[in-house]
């Protein structure tokens, strides 16, 4: 079973649309294994943001998501990756489909509500930041055959 982090950036947590997101992802059949709310050190964002550092725009994103609270979760499922990318929508809000978390609930670039891990290595660097290994619970819900 693929698993994938997903965080709630500020403006998600600040408009309250924590309960909506999971909501929908819990409506997909994704298992929630871990998740909690915290406010990002600047370390923790440099590292989660690496991968960006010597693009122009690295420190609006760790001033951004260090600016207020986060959900962070790591959701479980088949192809779970692909799936909450899709559910998540394109990176700038304002292109993103109807439908999608983006494109429902983001008003451009900057402040686009959601982060999702986009593939196995991303979320192998990317949960480490914010979970321990005992913190991933390992349960059935009694589903899982029909979802």
């Known amino acids: 079973m693929e698993r994938t982090l997903i965080l709630i950036k ?31 050190t600047s370390s923790m964002a440099e590292k989660h943001y690496e991968i960006h550092k ?28 692909q799936v909450v990318r899709l559910m998540a929508g394109t990176t ?3 292109k993103a489909q109807p439908g999608t978390i983006r494109g429902d609930f983001a008003t451009g670039i900057e402040r686009n509500i959601i982060h999702a891990s986009d593939s196995t290595e991303a979320y192998n660097h990317e949960y480490p930041i914010f979970f321990s290994r005992e913190e991933m619970l390992d349960f059935r819900y009694g589903d899982e055959d029909i979802v």
Do not use: C, H, Q, W
Not at 11 to 40: P, T
Not at 56 to 81: C, H, M, Q, W
């Open 10 to 40: 500020p403006d998600g947590v600040k408009r309250r649309l924590v309960g909506e997101i999971i909501g929908r992802m819990e409506r997909k059949g994704l298992k929630l294994v871990s998740a909690k709310m915290l406010v990002m």
């Open 54 to 81: 010597t693009k122009p725009f690295y420190r609006d994103l760790v001033k951004y998501i260090t600016s207020g609270p986060i959900f962070a979760a790591v959701l479980e499922g088949n192809n779970v990756i």
């Open 92 to 94: 700038d809000g304002s």
